[in-house]
């Protein structure tokens, strides 16, 4: 199975802040990364696919990079909606693994 | 709108079976891989498996196969997550999603539309 880690595992931001959340493989996996949020008691949120494409109504403050083994997310200037828990996933092969989450709280 | 409606919470004891459901309402439900996910907080998300209601092609997690049963019903637009003998570890989330395949300028693969979660507690 691909692995997947992201670094941090959590980050204390305030409004307004740029955060930068990575993603990484442990071989190649081309651009295909997906990135998801999620709030507490709440199911995942679809942001970006193939690393970098932004999902339809996902605020344009999120966007992803990054190919081969060594991707990004960024949030452009934190929002209080943002405030949840981001994790990437891989669909280069199956089993679809998914990376164990960054947690963005409040500062 | 597209929607994933699960069934919903159940307590289980070891060596117990248990089905748990979701339904796909608002697009052509054939047309989709279903995939199902557990999320626990040692583990975080799994991904479980997923079976393509067009013709019930089902792929499974190696670690899980023969532990579960991904099947689907067409006539009531409705996948199934199945265990004939329950674990303690098998306590869980367990969340279904739609999966979409995108070709642009690549091949994308990605869910874009989750149920709310079934949440699966087994103990004695």
């Known amino acids: 199975d691909i692995q997947l880690t992201q670094s941090p595992s959590s980050l204390s931001a305030s409004v307004g802040d740029r955060v930068t959340i990575t993603c990484r493989a442990s071989?190649?996996?081309?651009?295909?990364v997906n990135w998801y949020q999620q709030k507490p008691g709440e199911a995942p949120n679809l942001l970006i696919y193939?690393?970098?494409n932004l999902h339809s109504g996902v605020p344009s403050r999120f966007s992803g990079s990054g190919s081969g083994t060594d991707f990004t997310l960024t949030i452009s200037s934190l929002q209080p909606a943002d405030f949840a828990t981001y994790s990437c996933?891989?669909?280069?092969?199956?089993?679809?693994?998914f990376g164990p989450g960054t947690k963005v709280d409040v500062k | 709108e597209v929607q994933m409606v699960q069934s919903g919470a159940e307590v289980k004891k070891p060596g117990e079976s248990l089905r748990i459901s979701c339904k796909g309402s608002g697009y052509n439900f054939t047309n989709y891989w279903i995939g199902w996910m557990r999320q626990t907080p040692d583990k975080g998300l799994e991904w479980m498996g997923i079976?393509?209601?067009?013709?019930?092609?089902?792929k499974y997690r190696p670690s899980l196969q023969g532990q579960v049963i991904l099947s689907v019903d067409k006539s009531i637009n409705t996948a199934y997550l199945q265990w004939t003998s329950l674990k303690a570890s098998d306590t869980g989330m367990y969340y279904c999603?739609?999966?979409?395949?995108?070709?642009?300028?690549?091949?994308?693969?990605?869910?874009?539309?989750w149920g709310l979660g079934t949440l699966v507690t087994v103990s004695s």
């Open positions: 193939g690393a970098s």
């Open positions: 071989q190649s996996i081309g651009n295909y």
């Open positions: 996933q891989q669909s280069f092969s199956t089993p679809f693994t």
């Open positions: 999603a739609r999966r979409v395949t995108t070709v642009t300028t690549g091949l994308w693969r990605y869910f874009d539309q």
């Open positions: 079976i393509y209601p067009g013709d019930s092609d089902v």
